[in-house]
Nanobody, 115 residues
Framework: QVQLVESGGGLVPPGGSLRLSCAAS????????MSWYRQAPGNQRELVAS???????NYADSVKGRFTISRDNAKNMVDLQMNSLKPEDTAIYYC?????????WGQGTQVTVSS
């Protein structure tokens, strides 16, 4: 059974940093487009960052220059380094894996940016 397990969320003050990790089982992350999405209360789930099988990355405008997505094929994990966090980054962050037509989601990890 495919599993995506997120970790690394928590409470951080504005301007702080967090590193989220997504550990995959039963799939190889190098063969999937891996993404991080987030959903804040009352909002739709939105794409934060993605990394394709060839290594190309894509970021939401709101996180460009602050967030970095990376993939470790040996560990079969995908990370999201988040710097200069803002209160509006508060959300549940979800790991996503796509290899059309397959799509998998993790359970999510809460990120709260507050003083």
């Amino acid at each position: 059974q495919v599993q995506l397990v997120e970790s690394g969320g928590g409470l951080v003050p504005p301007g702080g940093s967090l590193r989220l990790s997504c550990a995959a089982s039963e799939i190889s992350v190098r063969l999937y487009t891996m993404s991080w999405y987030r959903q804040a209360p009352g909002n739709q789930r939105e794409l934060v960052a993605s990394i394709g099988t060839g290594g190309r990355t894509n970021y939401a405008d709101s996180v460009k220059g602050r967030f970095t997505i990376s993939r470790d094929n040996a560990k079969n994990m995908v990370d999201l380094q988040m710097n200069s966090l803002k209160p509006e980054d508060t959300a549940i962050y979800y790991c996503n894996a796509v290899q059309v037509p397959r799509r998998y989601w993790g359970q999510g990890t809460q990120v709260t940016v507050s003083s």
